[in-house]
Nanobody
Framework: QVQLVESGGGLVQAGGSLRLSCAAS????????MGWFRQAPGKDREFVAI????????YYADSVKGRFTISRDNAKNTVYLQMNSLKPEDTAVYYC??????????????????WGQGAQVTVSS
């Protein structure tokens, strides 16, 4: 089981950038595909991006494609989310989580585990 801690959230103006980090404990980090999700007030948690265990494939939600970049460093047990051209509608608590290599339903929240406490991202207009 992997345990995750997000960091790097904050307040930024529209058009700005932030980089989120997600540090994992345990020696099995590179056994998992890693995802980022977000949850805005009053809304369901939604898929943002996923990166495979090797970094060999990546998928993004249409709403962030071209603006966000997911990456990972297995030597540091860390996954990142670089967020550029931020919009007010990106305001949410951002979470990272782990999913097994065999899971192809990568947008499903219930297919992930090890959820961290989340990082608040607020984008002002």
């Amino acid at each position: 089981q992997v345990q995750l801690v997000e960091s790097g959230g904050g307040l930024v103006q529209a058009g700005g950038s932030l980089r989120l980090s997600c540090a994992a404990s345990g020696r099995t980090f590179n056994s998992y595909n890693m995802g980022w999700f977000r949850q805005a007030p009053g809304k369901d948690r939604e898929f943002v991006a996923i990166i495979s265990w090797s970094g060999g494939w990546i998928y993004y939600a249409d709403s962030v494609k071209g603006r966000f970049t997911i990456s990972r460093d297995n030597a540091k047990n860390t996954v990142y989310l670089q967020m550029n051209s931020l919009k007010p509608e990106d305001t949410a608590v951002y979470y990272c989580a782990a999913t097994s290599r065999g899971n192809y339903d990568y947008t499903a929240v219930d297919k992930y585990s090890g959820w961290g406490q989340g990082a608040q991202v607020t984008v002002s207009s």
